[in-house]
């Protein structure tokens, strides 16, 4: 069964360096999202991607963050200069409708120490 | 903005009891609407999605849902719940593919 791959499963990082988080989502899907879970807390929305653009994203998405679909295969997702309150699961993931099901990554955990 | 109300945050339940996990959500027009669940250090798994047509829908590992327009509501329901089962469910509204997720229901199951 097609599935969306993450990579690193853990990632762990000095304060003020750069991350970069990166997504295979599933072949057919047009429609990519990032999310973020703080330990223990609810699933939230970063931002969505379609058509080598970016659709919406949240307020959390400030210009720290980025997003790039460098070829045919990748997503990524860029932390120019971590910050502690950054150290959270990433979560990728893809459709291939808008407003369809949305098929999620495992999950990429970075520390920011 | 669409916003997605999941009252209970832990619920406890034991084994081979009947659960309702509460969900409501606020937008304009009916949403798609669906229940994922996240076992400790996992992804997130789709449990059931509605989009259109009958209110009632089946889900995977015995799960379903029923939505109610006049409530705002998608109920997530199991009748007979598993050691298993225990696990974090988030309830989620995708509107304009857009999706946003409730804060979720930390699901104990008592032996």
């Known amino acids: 069964e097609p599935e969306v791959t993450q990579t690193p499963s853990h990632q762990v990082t000095q304060m003020g360096q750069e991350v970069i988080l990166r997504c295979v989502p599933i072949s057919n899907h047009l429609y990519f999202y990032w999310y973020r879970q703080i330990l223990g807390q609810k699933v939230e929305f970063l931002v969505s991607?379609?058509?080598?653009?970016?659709?919406?994203k949240s307020e959390i998405f400030d210009d720290q963050f980025s997003v790039e679909r460098p070829d045919g295969s990748n997503f990524t997702l860029k932390i120019r200069s971590t910050k502690l309150e950054d150290s959270a699961m990433y979560f990728c993931?893809?459709?291939?409708?808008?407003?369809?099901?949305?098929?999620f990554g495992e999950g990429s955990r970075l520390t920011v120490l | 903005a669409q916003s997605v109300t999941q009252p209970d945050i832990h619920i406890t339940v034991s084994e081979g009891a009947s659960l309702e996990l509460r969900c409501n959500y606020s937008?304009?027009?009916?949403?798609?609407l669906f229940w994922y669940v996240q076992s400790p250090g996992q992804g997130l798994q789709l449990l059931l999605k509605?989009?259109?047509?009958?209110?009632l829908v089946q889900g995977i590992k015995g799960f379903e849902a029923e939505f109610k327009r006049s409530q705002s509501s998608f109920n997530l329901r199991k009748p007979s719940v598993h050691w298993s089962d225990a696990a974090e469910y988030f309830c989620a509204v995708n509107t304009n593919n857009d999706m946003r997720f409730g804060a979720g229901t930390r699901l104990t199951v008592k032996p």
């Open positions: 991607f379609y058509n080598n653009e970016i659709s919406e």
């Open positions: 993931a893809s459709s291939e409708v808008p407003g369809g099901e949305l098929f």
């Open positions: 509605y989009f259109s047509g009958d209110t």
């Open positions: 937008y304009g027009a009916t949403p798609y």
